[in-house]
């Protein structure tokens, strides 16, 4: 079994920054992707910013420029660095595990989330 815990949310002022992290533990053989995700009130959950396990990282245009993304392999931990924080941001933010439960063998997992409000 593996668990995915994220902590960091929180009430931030716009302009403002927040950092998330996300840890996964478990039955781990190997973790081939990390990923944010966020869902605000009303709205489909959306990609934020995915890294792969060679280290590559990907953030969409809404946050381009404001967030990074970063691993600790060693660690089994992804980041999120959140800056210049806009009330769009506003959501609960999940973070998603593609693991390599055995060789060649994946499996999904999620975390259960971690709110960001954006005051104005």
């Known amino acids: 079994q593996v668990q995915v815990v994220e902590s960091g949310g929180g009430l931030v002022q716009a302009g403002g920054s927040l950092r998330l992290s996300c840890a996964a533990s478990?039955?781990?053989?190997?973790?081939?992707?990390m990923r944010w995700y966020r869902q605000a009130p009303g709205k489909e959950r959306e990609l934020v910013a995915p890294?792969?396990?060679?280290?590559?990282?990907y953030h969409v245009d809404s946050v381009k420029g404001r967030f990074t993304i970063s691993r600790d392999g060693a660690k089994n931990t992804v980041y999120l660095q959140m800056n210049s924080l806009e009330p769009e941001d506003a959501a609960v933010y999940y973070c998603?595990?593609?693991?390599?439960?055995?060789?060649?063998?994946?499996?999904?997992?999620w975390g259960q989330g971690t709110q960001v409000t954006v005051s104005s």
């Open positions: 998603h595990v593609v693991v390599a439960v055995v060789v060649g063998r994946y499996a999904n997992y």
């Open positions: 478990g039955s781990i053989f190997s973790i081939n992707a």
């Open positions: 890294i792969r396990s060679v280290g590559s990282a």
